[in-house]
C-alpha cells in the first residue's frame, strides 16, 4: 500500500468482501488462505515414486491425504500395527520408508485419527477402522492447521 486513500478504501473493501463470503458460508478462511465451501473434489491420494527426491517431501503432503491414506491402509489390511501403517502409508505416497521425522509425522495423523474416533487402536497398538464405510472427505478433518473461521483481522 502506497499511503494514498484509494489504497485503503480498497483494502477495507476487499475485508467487507471477504468477512461476508465467510458469514453466508461461500468460503472459510484457515490460517492465511481461503477455501471454497462447495465443489471440491475428493482428496486423492497421490503416488509422488517418479518425482524427483527434491520434490518428495512429507512435510509438504496436506495432513487430509496422509488421513485418507490411513484409511485405505487399515481397511486393506484388517487390524495392524501403527508402526506397520505408517510403513504402508509412506509406501502408497510413493515416500520409500520414512525416517524419524516422516514416521513421526505419520504417526500423529493415525494417533489424530484414533483420538477422533474414525480409527481404533487396542492395547497392542493394532490399527483397526471405527466406521463401517470409508472415509469420504479428510478435509473435514482439521488437522494443525486450525479451525474455520471468518475472522479476516489479519489483512494489513
Known amino acids: 500500500v502506497n499511503g494514498k486513500p484509494s489504497d485503503h478504501r480498497n483494502i477495507e473493501r476487499l475485508r467487507e468482501v471477504i468477512n461476508s463470503g465467510c458469514s453466508v ?23 509422488r515414486a517418479l518425482l524427483p527426491d527434491s520434490m518428495r517431501r512429507m512435510e509438504w503432503i496436506a495432513r487430509e491425504e496422509i488421513a485418507m491414506a490411513f484409511d485405505r491402509i487399515v481397511r486393506a489390511a484388517g487390524p495392524i500395527e501403527i508402526q506397520s501403517a505408517t510403513k504402508e502409508v509412506s509406501k502408497i505416497l510413493g515416500m520409500g520408508p520414512p525416517e524419524n521425522e516422516q514416521e513421526n509425522l505419520l504417526s500423529n495423523v493415525g494417533l489424530f485419527l484414533v483420538e477422533n474416533g474414525y480409527l481404533h487402536m487396542d492395547a497392542e497398538n493394532q490399527l483397526r477402522v471405527a466406521y463401517t464405510e470409508p472415509l469420504a472427505d479428510a478435509r473435514l478433518l482439521i488437522f494443525d492447521l486450525g479451525p474455520r473461521t471468518s475472522n479476516f483481522g489479519s489483512l494489513t
Not at 458460508?25 to 491420494?45: C, H, N, S, T
Open 25 to 47: 458460508e461461500a468460503f472459510y478462511m484457515r490460517g492465511d488462505f481461503l477455501w471454497a465451501v462447495a465443489k471440491q473434489p475428493p482428496v486423492e491420494i497421490r503416488d
